[in-house]
């Protein structure tokens, strides 16, 4: 079984500075797909990054970056510049290729940013 | 083009009653899945549908079923209700077939409470 691991439940952060969010993951397979969401407050949850388990580069999207450490099997997201939009949870899912969308997803951790 | 909905958004049941859910995917996405958000357990995949057929499942007990139809609407159902189902339901859509990883987007969610 997959399990995944945000051992930060909440952090903070000032508007325009950089916060590191972590995740661990424990899998014994080699292909798969690793995410983070955000779920806003009483808002949906939306994709904010992807990274394909055999890229060796990490995914980037604007403000957000992944640290990707495929033999720690860790997976951590980097905002920078942060924005008061971006107060959310956030959630790392896992996925193992094949899984028709199984997604394993772990505790969350809220961040808010403070203006 | 329209997001993923859900309906109803709240609801109140009583335990020992049965509760259908719906959700609509977005237009022209074939596979919907099937989340519970909780507190004390996160979020938990509950089972996955493409073209009207389930492909994958979650642990959860036989009470939990889905189905969906040929416009890949999809409804699930808890029957007897207990306390412990209140939650977050939350369904997600994909275009995709193939299990390799595509982001999925959600819905707002159906609030269930069980008194």
């Known amino acids: 079984a997959q399990t995944v691991t945000q051992s930060q439940p909440e952090m903070s952060v000032q508007e325009a500075e950089t916060v590191t969010l972590s995740c661990t993951y424990d899998?014994?397979?080699?292909?798969?797909?690793l995410f983070w969401y955000k779920q806003p407050p009483s808002r949906q949850m939306i994709l904010v990054i992807r990274?394909?388990?055999?890229?060796?580069q990490n995914a980037t999207e604007n403000r957000f970056s992944v640290n990707f450490q495929k033999a720690a099997k860790s997976f951590s997201l980097k905002i920078s510049d942060s924005q008061l939009g971006d107060t959310a949870m956030y959630f790392c899912?896992?996925?193992?290729?094949?899984?028709?969308?199984?997604?394993?997803f772990g505790s969350g951790t809220k961040l808010n940013v403070k203006p | 083009k329209a997001g993923v909905t859900q309906t109803p958004r709240y609801l109140i049941k009583t335990r020992g009653q049965q509760v259908t859910l719906s959700c609509s995917p977005i237009?022209?996405?074939?596979?919907v899945s099937w989340y519970q958000q909780t507190p004390g357990q996160g979020l938990q995949f509950l089972f996955e549908?493409?073209?009207?057929?389930?492909?994958n499942k979650g642990n959860f007990p036989g009470r939990f079923s889905g189905r969906q139809f040929s416009n890949s609407r999809s409804e699930m159902n808890v029957s007897t209700l207990e306390l412990g189902d209140s939650a977050l339901y939350l369904c997600?859509?994909?275009?995709?077939?193939?299990?390799?990883?595509?982001?999925?987007?959600f819905g707002p969610g159906t609030r269930l409470t069980v008194l």
């Open positions: 997600a859509s994909s275009p995709w077939s193939q299990g390799r990883g595509n982001e999925q987007f």
């Open positions: 899998t014994s397979e080699n292909n798969y797909y």
């Open positions: 990274q394909e388990a055999y890229k060796q």
């Open positions: 899912a896992f996925m193992k290729q094949g899984d028709f969308n199984k997604f394993y």
């Open positions: 237009s022209g996405h074939r596979s």
């Open positions: 549908y493409f073209s009207e057929t389930q492909r």
